[in-house]
């Protein structure tokens, strides 16, 4: 807590960001399809954790920022909207794990729709991985990436998982977002009760795989398939030349 509020307070937050000034965004089609696939996806997992008496778990990682996908999917204001982008994707962390190792023992040993309900957990986790890259390449949401942001992302997590996820874990008897215990896939259960240590030192780097390396792979993606258009023939160059 006292790395964020000093970030908050003594570092210009938001300025370091560099984000764009405010102003209106028009919603294509393309982000009213997207944000109401969020919405019914949501809105099953919702259903879901009611029917089966697992509400608590709805303050998972994943499902705060699916709903914070949904906002910028249909949010209006560039400004706004990167502002949400910066945290979005450094917060975003949990999906890789989550696609990398999944876990949906649960699905299967409550018996409600079990195929239905992992199929919908892969559609979701697979648009919080691939929409961002999409608002990446578009450019539509803009923030300076930096190390700051990296930081700040990081600092968020660990605000989350242990002033929020351990109490709630702990009054609720659950192990929301494997506080409790590790999960039973991947290398933190071989590290046993020093598995929360580790499991917050190591998200730093991790937090810079969305927030460094697949912005440059995105820019580096642009610069090559710019250079090819820029010295691909024109059709009336080529004609051209067939007339002499």
């Known amino acids: 807590w006292g790395a964020l509020i000093y970030m908050l307070k003594f570092t210009g937050f938001p300025k370091p960001l560099e984000l764009p000034r405010a102003r209106t965004r028009t919603l294509s089609a393309y982000d009213w399809t997207l944000g109401a696939v969020l919405v019914l996806t949501l809105a099953w997992v919702v259903w879901y954790k009611y029917v089966t008496g697992t509400f608590v778990y709805l303050f998972q990682p994943c499902h705060i920022v699916s709903a914070m996908l949904i906002y910028l999917c249909l949010c209006t204001d560039y ?3 990167s502002l949400m982008f910066a945290v979005f994707t450094h ?3 949990g999906t890789l794990l989550a696609i990398g190792f999944p876990d949906t023992r649960d699905y299967y040993r409550r018996a409600y729709y079990p195929e239905f309900t992992v199929a919908n957990f892969f559609v979701l986790h697979y648009l919080l991985a691939l929409l961002p890259l999409y608002y990446e390449w578009s450019g539509i949401f803009k923030f300076r990436k930096s190390l700051y942001a990296n930081v700040f992302g990081w600092i968020l997590l660990g605000v989350f998982h242990w002033s929020i996820l351990l109490p709630v874990s702990i009054v609720a008897e659950n192990n929301l977002n494997y506080i409790m215990s590790p999960p039973p896939k991947g ?3 071989r590290l046993g009760v020093m598995y929360r240590s580790a499991q917050t030192v190591a998200t730093l780097p991790m937090v810079m795989v ?3 390396l697949f912005p440059f792979i995105i820019r580096v993606l642009k610069t090559v398939l710019g250079a090819k258009s820029a010295i691909k ?8 030349r067939t007339t002499k």
């Open 210 to 212: 969305p927030g460094l």
């Open 233 to 240: 023939p024109s059709p009336l160059r080529k004609s051209s």
């Open 91 to 93: 917060v975003n962390v």
């Open 187 to 189: 290398p933190l259960i």
């Open 79 to 81: 400004r706004k909207g």
